[in-house]
């Protein structure tokens, strides 16, 4: 059983940068980030498959925000540029053992972290 920690949240204002990170606990072959407000439906944000680097992004954020991973430390992180008051959500790292189906979809993924938040003002 994978663990993830998801760290470096905060507040920001318009324009403004973060990065969040996502450290596992074990090796896993795609690593998510998943955002949700209040009242609607968790969203993929972004995606990273961790054995060939291949990345995939929402058309909300792409262009603006970076997947990267450090393999060495089982991290994935998420650079936030750029960001925007409908950015502010709840981030939640998610992980599988291997990719397969859509990326976006919650359902796909076994391993989730407890969310960490970011607000942008």
């Known amino acids: 059983h994978v663990q993830l920690v998801e760290s470096g949240g905060g507040s920001v204002q318009t324009g403004g940068t973060l990065r969040i990170s996502c450290t596992a606990s074990g090796d896993t072959y795609c690593m998510a980030w998943f955002r949700q407000v209040p009242g609607k439906k968790r969203e993929g944000v972004a995606m990273?498959?961790?054995?060939?680097?291949?990345?995939y992004y929402s058309d909300l954020v792409k262009g603006r925000f970076t997947i990267a991973q450090d393999n060495a430390k089982n991290t994935v992180y998420l650079q936030m540029n750029n960001l925007r008051p409908e950015d502010t959500a709840m981030y939640y790292c998610?992980?599988?053992?291997?990719?397969?189906?859509?990326?976006?979809?919650?359902?796909?993924?076994?391993?989730w972290g407890q969310g960490t938040q970011v607000t942008v003002s």
């Open positions: 990273i498959n961790t054995q060939i680097g291949t990345t």
């Open positions: 998610a992980a599988e053992d291997y990719c397969g189906g859509s990326w976006d979809l919650e359902v796909n993924y076994l391993y």
